[in-house]
């Protein structure tokens, strides 16, 4: 078959649960504050807004993370830093918060993961990066496991237009028209079955990084759709057409046309 079901290359899940944002990843200002050890932090991605300025991998120095706030379970390995930073979330009742008066101790965030992929998950052209830096995320993106090939394998497959035809067949919005990804329903999407190749690498690259994305989906075409799966141009450009034709439906079916949304966090 030229097409496999997602899963069978990659699994998705959502990211972690912090319970509160602003708690589990202060600013710098407050981590001067506390003191707070750097051994305790974890490189996060908590948006759908930040991997958009990644390009195609984590790595890109326009992608910048927030810091998580990861210390030891072990109340006898807490620093007095520490100490204060998780009394001072106790004063403000964070251990009460439903997601972390579940958990044992309340200030460790679980299923901290370093995935292999991470897409957004508010958009109808959702964007895949490449963590080559190995950051963690959180439950406001979906984290990506490679199960068969590499994450450019993964990557050349998703960035062509027939992947974003199967988005737009597949996917749920919310009003307005809000594409919205979830696991399930990225496990119903098919990719083509296809290898990288420079060219088409370094295209994707060049459009994310100009913010182009409908532009960075069609770079496939050429080399995945046409090169490997001997689609003809006209059968790249039906495709095109009927991405346009169900984007144009679900926008007037709610009554508005939707940007990229984004959901904080917690």
Known sequence: DSTLPVPEACVFNIGYVAGDKDYFHPDSSLVRRYGLPASN???ALTSGKQIRACGLRTSNPQCVAESLYLPPANKRELTAADQRYIASGEVQRIHKRYK????????????????????????????????????????????????????????AAWYTSLTLLQIELQVHALGGGVMVLIPGEGASIRVPACRP????????ES?????DIEAAYQCGDESVLKGQLGL?????????????????WRNSANGGVPGFGGEEAV
């Open 197 to 204: 190749t420079t060219a088409h690498m370094r295209c994707v």
């Open 100 to 155: 972390c008066m579940v958990r044992e101790p309340w200030y460790v965030v679980p299923g901290v993961r370093v995935p292999d992929v991470v897409l957004s998950v508010f958009a109808e052209r959702p964007v895949l990066v490449i963590n080559d830096a190995g950051l963690v995320a959180s439950n406001s993106l979906l984290c990506g496991y490679i199960r068969k090939g590499a994450p450019e394998n993964f990557a």
């Open 41 to 43: 932090w974890r490189s």
């Open 232 to 248: 003809g141009s006209r059968e790249v450009a039906d495709r095109r057409a009927a991405i346009v034709t169900l984007r144009h």
């Open 207 to 211: 459009q994310l990084a100009m913010g």
